[in-house]
């Protein structure tokens, strides 16, 4: 399981995905009400973003451990990119929106840096996939 390289890739794509509950996506300065009520925002001011945060991080992990079957592991980590998409729009289109009282936080790189990841291990799952289709043909 850990020979392969895409397992390496899946578990730090699990990690860039943990990271998330403890890197805010913005901060500023804090507010009486609103998403910034604490001075950060993060996956814990929204229930969505903090619901997508936790799928995509266990997907990935969870992914780690389907090297049985491929196929099914190549479409989870479809799942985990849209997944992934999903949390950089959406904690984007926050940020736009605050933007004016708040500064960039390391937060929202970690989505692209999961999606990265997730990528580059879909490739490696698709070349093994290949791999054992052409040993498949030579039997």
Request: proline share 1%.
């Amino acid at each position: 399981m850990i020979q392969r390289v895409q397992s390496i890739y899946l578990l730090l794509a699990s990690l860039s995905g943990a990271t998330l509950f403890g890197l805010p996506f913005a901060q500023g300065d804090q507010a009486t009400d609103g998403l910034l009520a604490d001075g950060v925002f993060d996956v814990y001011d929204n229930n969505g973003l903090l619901i997508l945060a936790a799928a995509v991080t266990l997907l990935a992990f969870l992914s780690i451990f389907l090297f049985n079957n491929r196929k099914l592991q190549m479409n989870v980590g479809k799942l985990n990119l849209l997944l992934g998409f999903a949390i950089l729009a959406w904690a984007g289109f926050w940020f736009f929106e605050l933007m004016k009282v708040a500064t960039f936080g390391f937060g929202l790189v970690m989505p692209l840096m999961a999606i990265i990841l997730t990528y580059i291990a879909n490739r490696n799952i698709l070349k093994d996939e290949k791999l054992v289709r052409s040993a498949d043909r030579l039997r």
